[in-house]
């Protein structure tokens, strides 16, 4: 379905972002990339769609080369979503669905039509919705737009780069729970980026494992947990069980009250505890902040109490 051959992109101030990385994602797989921050996920995904061109190497979809493809019918004819969906601001939720419909001339009643089958699909009422406009929309239900508005013209390919990672944790795993029901039911091909190994667990048939621009290990969540090729791998699997799993910043933070010193790093709340971790390291307090505005702190004690509790708590669940 996609394959990648000994694909290499090195940005053009000399970042090796992909290094020669080869593989197959086949028809229908759910197929998940992780890795830490800056390991070259994001790139691999933008090369399939071509937002990004390779530097080396080739990829090809159902056996055609994608420099092959026109470029318009490649974007339209794979779905993207990204973690904050730009929907457009006034329109409604039915012409932001119909966008690409509309590119490739459906007729009116056809796109009518599927806009009531999506939105039906993910639990929001068509007659409600479909006129409504974004900003009446909470930030979960605007995700699922995202998502359904890239499933909109059928499309056979679905790439998707940390689309939940915004949402708070009962909004995440609604979702997570409406992709896999969605996977089982129209049975795309799906490729998934997320810094989260639970929810690489719970989603993915194969995950692949990048560091440094290379893949670790690509191989099934049972292989990854049961099998590793070496202890990057074990400390990403084991590590994430213990305290990425259902981290939340809301569970750490104290909510600000006015006098807090706002000079201070921000992050935004769905920060992942890698970035809490990294901020901490160099600064005694943080601010954290939603939409822009700041809703809250933590500091390193807070950290200390957090990390603590969750193995305590959560102890190696995955594992
Ligand atoms: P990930 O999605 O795993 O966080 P990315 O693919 O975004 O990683 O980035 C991989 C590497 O390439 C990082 O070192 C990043 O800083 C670098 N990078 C990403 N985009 C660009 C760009 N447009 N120009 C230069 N370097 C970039």
Request: charged fraction near 25%.
């Amino acid at each position: 379905m996609i394959t990648f051959e000994t694909v290499s992109k090195v940005y053009e101030e000399g970042t090796r972002a992909v290094d020669s990385i080869s593989f197959t994602v086949n028809k229908g797989e759910f197929f998940v990339l992780i890795g830490p921050s800056g390991c070259g996920k994001t790139t691999t995904l933008k090369m399939m769609n071509r937002l990004i061109p390779l530097s080396g190497g080739t990829i090809f979809i159902n056996g055609k080369k994608i420099s092959d493809f026109n470029i318009h019918e490649l974007r339209w004819d794979i779905g993207y979503v990204l973690q904050q969906i730009a929907l457009f601001p006034h329109m409604t939720i039915e012409e932001n669905i119909a966008i690409v419909p509309e590119l490739k001339k459906w007729k009116k009643d056809k796109i009518h039509r599927r806009v009531t089958e999506l939105l039906e699909m993910v639990g929001l009422d068509p007659d409600t919705y479909r006129y409504r406009k974004p900003s009446e929309l909470s930030g979960g239900e605007q995700q699922r737009v995202g998502v359904i508005r890239a499933l909109a013209a059928d499309p056979e390919i679905i790439l998707m780069d940390e689309p939940f990672s915004a949402l708070d944790p009962l909004s995440r795993e609604k979702l997570q729970n409406d992709i896999i029901h969605l996977q089982k039911t129209i049975k795309k091909t799906i490729v998934f980026v997320t810094h989260d190994m639970k929810e690489a667990m719970k989603l993915a048939d194969r995950i692949c494992l990048m560091n440094d621009g290379k893949i670790v290990q690509l191989g099934t969540p049972e292989e990854l947990i049961h099998q590793p090729v070496n202890d990057f791998v074990r400390d990403f699997v084991s590590g994430a069980s213990l305290v990425n799993s259902s981290f939340n910043l809301e569970d750490m933070m104290e909510p600000i009250h006015d006098n807090k010193p706002l000079s201070s790093p921000r992050l935004p709340i769905n920060a992942s505890i890698e970035e809490v971790l990294t901020l901490l390291s160099k600064h005694e307090l943080i601010m954290i902040e939603r939409n822009g505005e700041v809703i809250g702190y933590v500091n390193r004690q807070m950290l200390i109490r957090y990390l603590s509790e969750s193995v305590a708590v959560g102890g190696n669940q995955n594992v």
